[in-house]
RNA sequence: GGGCCUAUAGCUCAGUUGGUGAGAGCGCACGCCUGAUAAGCGUGAGGUCGGUAGUUCAAAUCUACCUAGGCCCA
């Protein structure tokens, strides 16, 4: 054995099962399985039995598909913030949720199905739906939970293995607990006169065979057919003298020709001036201010204006209506009703100068603005157009487009336009026209009967906006947002014509309905009853009776029905009678199945309380789950489901465009995890501003590996230098630690009072650059490098290394918990450590999680003291200048090879010299001597007069510490060591101090 | 087309009510160490604060417009 060896051996190296290498993802599922066999989550909430409760509730992800990156994102920050309100001593539950009826789910299940599915029961196609809802809930419940999110999983599959109808470790909506409380929250507005039926445009698509929501309607460029058409008008010489003897039009322009066969009216706005203008013999009315560009685009020249005026005075404001005639003329009939006969000129304000002629084709059975302004006029909806899109023979005027498809039909009918001299010009334009989320038609506008929640009924419209001011909304902007959304909504309309979704319980009567739109049935004891029944049954309960082996059979008839749907005595509100009470069938919106979430998962025992603390989604909720949560809350308990709203961003790609598969820049979260941990994905998680958009690429997730390898370093080193310290028996008091480590627990200390502000006010990324600072700079480059020395060469149990012990342990100890919510995998492999610190065993019961975070460390206020180390820092950066310098010029290596010179003001010299001979370990160089510096010393630009001169170290290098002294063989026993290093390795081996 | 939001070094973030030459960490380059070693340390180079025009003695910070991007609507 040698004598380096031998040296060797008498020193304190770093020793730890700790390994440097993560391998997370080999290691996070190991951790994982030991979360679940410990049943890691019921040890947190037994921790903190009896703490007051926290609730952030979950907004459920669709159940379809494998989870993307912004699900991941906002489950992630989700558990950052039930872990970390945990560790701050609340009771914080967290139970996940899935949203698992709607289109999406249909649409599989028909491609599937094809055509076998027009000869299915509807209950048949409900079961396949809810198979291929539950077959992704358990995808991504791997997923989220492989990503270290933490709910209740031991109960979870437990229900699982059951197959429970109803959870409570994680709810769905197609769970008869959920199921039952929508019917509830639907008879709620029904009892309350909130619901009611109506004729309304909405979007429709006609494969789906459905109206579709605004969030089910995507808007793509398309090109169409667009006619510029005119519309003859007689009598306007009674408003505009000068237009007398001349055969008028008006010109309007539209981009969909197949609704002219439901057109009513032509719309003017009011305050527009408009002019008459004559070409070829016509007169025609336009805009004045779109007269260039439709001269233009219909080929006018030289055109005389024969009169100008305002809409107003054009077209009057009373109900002596002038008539425009035109595809009204045969062979299109003229609709029936309080504006029966033909079309006719009317105002409106939402006509703009943006495109067309000013004068606006209006088919109020065809268009939301054409809707509202005919109402104002009392000109009902028209709508020729069947539930498939063809025109219905019935209602259609034009016998040649009966059964015609309408997107079909823009070419048969501009022929005919041109053919009565009607068309002025046709054109292909390319626009934006909405197309289903779904099927990626285009969908039309056309007016359907449908189910309302009005806004004002019970005046819901001007409460919400009430509970709005009263919660709390992070980012601020988010309570204009909503706010105005809310303000100005439209009833909603929550019918849809589907099978898979939660049907409303919608009995009419027939002799009644709907000459008498009130005549459906709505007392408390039907929607009572169903509750129970769907409670009992599911909401399949509306189709079929239970039947052998857990099945459901179709009802036998209405008979049967009405007996188990409808109890005795439930009649008619209009007739009173109940023998011709009929079913409609309309599934509920799955927007109010979410927002039924809060009342359906919350309030079910005291450690799950309503309302929620805090609800926590993308920004684009406002208008989805917040809004309608907000909408049914309100309805039922006058109060918002929430006390704090929290929205994060969306994850976009390096170039920060949207991700999508498409265009192949998503990043996928569980290759993520797979391929570099799901720590890694956590950290990016915890860096990032997530009130803003995020940005992610493999450079940002090579960043993130790279920081967690310098904390899991940071940590490797600390445990390695606690080998066989223990806190109870080693410590040493603050009063008589080293210098420097009472500094040290100062630096803990604020580190740990930023890190707890910065959970608290959900400033994650101020968590992880807090961190990542203090273990790369205020630890690893000069905090632990510099007590490299001591560690290792002081004598294993002496007060200087124990001082030192004192302060890694409480680092190890603190930092460990302070990162436990984010680096939530590691902070237990570190706890692990800590416990067997403690002479407890590894992976026993404890898990980091359900420790609290660290209490305030009992140091004492000191501001002097830490000014006089930042005095000490400052010099140290000119030292390790002209330290550099030297190591440039080849005159030392190591800076224990040098000694340094420092030419100073008598203040700062005598401000390093209170350090003693300290100050030469804190530069980590061999010598520290001062006085008048040499040629080539460097000047500090930070320090007025101070020089710093970099000289090769006195003596001899020491065999042990390396540090250059002029005493290594004093100790003639010990020749190859310092004086210092000879005393520890002569106590090491028993032997007596030279004399 | 409308409303709201965002734009600081390669990356992620700081930049208090406009006021000394714009900061940090990481990465990068160069070098050192070889007793944290697929580690550790040091030094250095990187930004006309998205662009333009204003307001002001003074703007990354205020205003307008433009560009790029995001969300929600139409």
């Known amino acids: 054995m040698s004598k380096n060896v031998e040296l060797k051996n008498t020193l304190n190296l770093p020793r730890t099962d700790f390994p440097m290498k993560a391998d997370l993802p080999r290691r996070e599922p190991e951790i994982l399985a030991w979360w679940g066999r410990s049943n890691a989550y019921h040890g947190i909430r037994g921790a903190r039995k009896g703490c007051p409760p926290f609730v952030l509730h979950d907004g459920p992800p669709y159940a379809n598909g494998n989870i993307h990156l912004g699900q991941a994102l906002n489950k992630i920050l989700k558990d950052f913030v039930v872990k970390s309100r945990s560790m701050m001593g609340k009771d914080a539950a967290y139970v996940p949720g899935w949203d698992c009826h709607g289109l999406p789910i249909e649409h599989r299940v028909d491609k599937e199905l094809g055509e076998a599915k027009a000869g299915m029961a509807p209950l048949e196609v409900r079961e396949r739906c809810r198979k291929y809802a539950e077959h992704f809930i358990a995808v991504q419940r791997e997923e989220f939970r492989r990503l270290g999110v933490l709910w209740d999983h031991r109960l979870d599959e437990e229900e699982e293995r059951k197959g429970a109808p109803s959870r409570r470790a994680i709810y769905r909506t197609i ?62 010489e009674q408003r505009v003298p000068a237009l007398a003897g001349r055969r008028v039009s008006v010109v309007a322009w539209t981009t969909t020709p197949w609704t002219l066969p ?46 100008a005026f305002r809409g107003r005075e054009l077209v009057g404001e009373g109900k002596e209506w002038i008539g425009a005639r035109a595809p009204l003329d045969r062979p299109y009939p003229a609709p029936s009703g309080p504006a029966s006969g033909p079309g006719v000129l009317i105002l409106g304000t939402h006509v703009t100068l943006d495109a067309g002629t000013g004068c606006v084709h209006t088919a109020p059975g065809h268009g939301a603005e054409d809707f509202h302004v005919g109402r104002l006029y009392g000109i009902p909806p028209f709508n020729p157009v069947g539930d498939d899109g063809r025109f219905l023979a019935e209602r259609v005027g034009a016998p040649w487009l009966a059964g015609a498809f309408v997107l079909d039909a823009n070419e048969p009918i501009v022929r005919d336009l ?122 399949d309960a509306w189709f079929g009776a239970p039947a052998a082996g857990g099945t459901v059979r179709p009802y036998a008839g209405r008979e049967e029905r009405l007996a188990r749907l409808v109890p005795a005595g439930v009649t008619c509100p209009r007739c009173g009678k109940r023998d011709r009470l009929e079913f409609q069938e309309h599934i509920v919106d799955v927007w109010f199945e979410s927002g039924v979430s809060h009342s359906a998962v919350l309030g079910r025992d005291a450690s799950l309380p309503w309302p929620a603390d805090l609800y926590l989604e993308g920004h684009d909720q406002y208008r989805g789950w917040f809004h309608s949560s907000l909408l049914v809350a309100v309805n039922d308990r006058e109060s918002a489901p929430y006390r704090g709203v929290l929205t994060h961003g969306f994850t976009l790609d390096g170039e920060g465009k949207k991700m999508s598969k498409s265009l192949g820049n998503a990043i996928s979260p569980i290759d993520v995890a797979e391929k570099r941990g799901a720590e890694i994905l956590r950290l990016w998680v915890s860096q990032v501003d997530f009130l803003e ?120 100890a603190d930092l460990a918990r302070l990162m436990a919510p984010v680096l939530c995998f590691t902070a237990d492999e570190v706890w692990q450590e800590i416990e067997a610190l403690h002479g407890r065993p590894k992976w026993g019961e404890a898990t980091v999680h359900a420790a609290l975070f660290p209490e305030p460390l009992a140091v004492p206020d000191d501001p002097a003291l830490l000014e006089r180390w930042d005095g000490l820092l400052r010099i140290r950066e000119v030292v390790s200048k002209a330290l550099e310098g030297a190591r440039a010029a080849k005159r030392i290596g190591g800076s224990l090879e040098a000694k340094v010179r420092i030419e100073a003001p008598e203040e700062t010299v005598a401000f390093l010299r ?17 006085g008048p510096a040499g040629e080539d010393a460097l000047r500090s630009e930070a320090i007025e007069g101070m020089r710093v001169e970099v000289l090769r170290a006195d003596g001899e290098k020491c065999g042990r510490c390396w540090s250059y002294t002029t005493d290594v063989g004093r100790d003639a026993a010990l020749a190859e060591v310092c004086s210092r290093c000879a005393a520890v390795v002569r106590e090491i081996a028993g032997l007596r101090e030279p004399a």
């Open 418 to 539: 041109e053919a009565r001299g009607l068309l002025l010009r046709r054109e292909e334009v390319a626009h934006t026209y909405p197309h289903c989320w779904r099927c990626k038609n285009p969908v039309i506008f056309r007016s359907t009967p449908q189910w309302f929640l009005s806004m004002e009924a019970s005046g819901l419209r001007e409460k919400a906006v009430a509970e709005i001011r009263r919660s709390s909304w992070l980012p601020a902007f988010g309570e204009e947002r909503i706010a105005q959304m809310v303000a100005t909504r439209p009833d909603w309309c929550i019918s849809r014509q589907r099978t898979w979704g939660v049907p409303i319980p919608l009995v009419v009567c027939g002799a009644c309905f709907p000459g008498a739109p009130d005549a459906f049935v709505r007392d408390r004891a039907f929607f009572e009853h169903l509750r129970k029944l769907f409670l009992a049954e599911g909401s």
């Open 914 to 930: 209170t350090f003693g001979d300290e100050v030469r370990f804190l530069f980590l160089t061999s010598g520290v001597e001062f």
């Open 262 to 307: 439901a057109n009513l009216a032509v719309c003017l706005h009011p305050e527009l001036q408009y002019v008459a203008v004559e070409e070829g013999g016509e007169t025609y009315i336009v805009a004045e201010g779109l007269l260039p560009a439709v001269a233009s685009a219909l080929g006018w020249s030289g055109t005389t204006i024969a009169a």
């Open 175 to 236: 769970d008869r607990t959920y199921e039952a409380e929508i019917v509830r929250q639907l008879g709620r507005f029904f009892e309350k006169g909130g619901a009611y039926f109506g004729e309304k445009p909405v979007h429709w698509c006609t494969s789906c065979r459905t109206a579709l929501a605004e969030a089910e309607v995507e808007y793509r460029d398309r090109k169409d057919l667009s006619v510029y058409v005119r519309f003859p008008v007689r009598g306007l």
């Open 693 to 812: 958009d995020m940005r992610l690429s493999d450079e940002i997730l090579d960043r993130n590996a790279e920081a967690y390898r310098k904390i899991r370093n940071t940590f490797r080193y600390l445990l390695g230098n606690l080998d066989g310290f223990d806190a109870a028996r080693d410590s040493v008091p603050y009063p008589e630690m080293e210098e420097i480590d009472r500094w040290a627990l100062h630096q803990l200390e604020a580190l740990r009072r930023r890190i707890l502000s910065a959970y608290e006010g959900h400033q994650y990324h101020v968590v992880y650059h807090a961190l990542h600072n203090f273990c790369g700079v205020t630890l690893s480059s000069f905090y632990l490098d510099v007590l490299k020395d001591r560690l290792y060469t002081a004598s294993r149990r002496s007060p200087a290394r124990r001082s030192a012990q004192t302060v890694l342990y409480r680092l190890a």
